[in-house]
Each structure stands twice: as C-alpha cells, then as structure tokens.
C-alpha cells in the first residue's frame, strides 16, 4: 500500500465552482499534512498545511484532515482558470520526511 | 533575490556517463533535499542533508551520489549505476530538518529535466 494515495483525475470543473481533491494516507501516527500545486512543467509551491482536525480555511482554499479516518481533503472554492493545475498531497509519517502522492490533475473549464 | 537556483535547466546524458546537477541556495537554510519526479507520479526523495557535511539516503538513492561541503551548495551526481534516470529532478531547502510536529516549509528550485541519450 502506497504512503499517501491520491485520484490522479483529471477532474473537470466549471469555473466558479468547487473543486474537491481527497487524499488518504496510510501511517496512522502523521502528525502533519500538507497540499502543494505545480503547474505543468514547474515546481512545486505550497498552498496549505494543516496539523489539527478539522478545517482550515486561508482565501478560496480549505482543507480539511480527518485523522480517524486518515483523510485529508482540498476543496478550492470559485474555481479559476488559473487554478488548473496538478494537487500533491504530502505527508510526514513518521520522521521530518515528506511522503508525496501521485498528484491529482485539476481542469477549470472557462 | 532569495532563492534556490539548479542548473542546468535541461540535460542530456549519454549511456554509462556520470552527470552532475547543481543546486544552490541564499536562504540560509540548514536542509536540502532531492527529489525525482516521475511523469504522473509524486516526488521521490533521493538524499537530503540537515547539515553540512552531512547527508543521508532517501527512498531511491541508488545509482545517485551527492556531497555538502558548504551550506549554500547540495549537487547531485546521477552515476551510470542510475538504469533509468530519465526524470525531472527538484531539489528544496527549509530551514532546518524539523519533526513531525515543527515542520518548516520546503522551497522548491525550478528544477533539472534530465535524458538518457
């Protein structure tokens, strides 16, 4: 079983609606989560983290952890074109190590 | 400007050829890493170093070597031990190591596309 598991999409949305990205992971003792955007072609930039459950909200991005369930979510509100893009979650199971996923492909449809 | 800078931008290896990437930051950060990052797949850590003259192994650190001589540089060297090493390889730094529970943010260079010739 993979560390962190994303759906690679791509997902599809209209622009102006709610894009919702999950991610689950496998160490039950991760203690910090964490969702990174990469445009094609580029590096990685950090959009979010989040330690406690619960959710947290910075701008049109919120995301969302579940540690019972060991799920950690990413919902982009009024979507734009500029928010197409590729959605890594990461993880750090159990040392400072981050653990990616595969990433998940986002679409805004104009 | 602050930052972390790799070079080249796009390389080219022939087959059995040792290459070298580079990666140097001004952010006065104690950790660097890199990373290979697979078409439709995540970044896999292959060495990162909390301190100079200090490195350790990541998950995928065959056929890859590196050194830390001074704060600001961590270049990778991919060895012709390295079967596949066609990938796009990104190399962080953040301010220290961390832990689970104080983890400082990695910032990312703009990256090294590699090719195997």
């Known amino acids: 079983q993979k560390e962190v598991e994303q759906n690679s999409g791509p997902l599809s949305v209209p622009e102006g609606a709610i894009a919702s990205l999950n991610c689950t992971y496998s160490?039950?003792?991760?203690?910090?989560f964490f969702w990174y955007r990469q445009y094609s072609g580029k590096s990685p930039e950090l959009i979010m983290f989040?330690?406690?459950?619960g959710d947290k909200e910075d701008g049109r991005f919120t995301a969302q952890l579940n540690k019972a369930s060991q799920y950690v979510s990413l919902l982009i509100r009024d979507s734009q074109p500029s928010d197409s893009a590729t959605y890594l979650c990461?993880?750090?199971?159990?040392?400072?190590?981050?653990?990616f996923g595969a990433g998940t492909t986002v679409t805004v449809r104009a | 400007d602050g930052g972390i800078t790799q070079s080249p931008k796009y390389l080219f290896r022939k087959e059995g050829q040792n290459v070298t990437l580079s990666c140097e930051q001004n952010?006065?950060?104690?950790?660097m890493y890199w990373y290979r990052q697979d078409p439709g797949q995540g970044l896999r850590l292959i060495y990162y170093?909390?301190?100079?003259?200090?490195?350790q192994k990541g998950d995928i650190a065959e056929g890859y070597s590196v050194s830390r001589e001074k704060k600001e540089s961590f270049p990778l060297t991919v060895t012709s031990a390295q079967k596949n090493p066609t990938a796009f390889y990104l190399c962080?730094?953040?301010?220290?190591?961390?832990?689970?529970?104080?983890?400082?943010?990695?910032?990312f260079g703009p990256g090294t596309r590699l090719t195997v010739l």
């Open positions: 962080a730094s953040s301010n220290s190591g961390g832990n689970t529970l104080s983890y400082n943010e990695q910032f």
């Open positions: 160490d039950r003792g991760s203690q910090s």
């Open positions: 989040i330690y406690s459950n």
């Open positions: 990461a993880v750090i199971p159990n040392d400072y190590k981050l653990s």
């Open positions: 952010l006065n950060h104690d950790a």
């Open positions: 170093s909390q301190i100079v003259n200090d490195f």
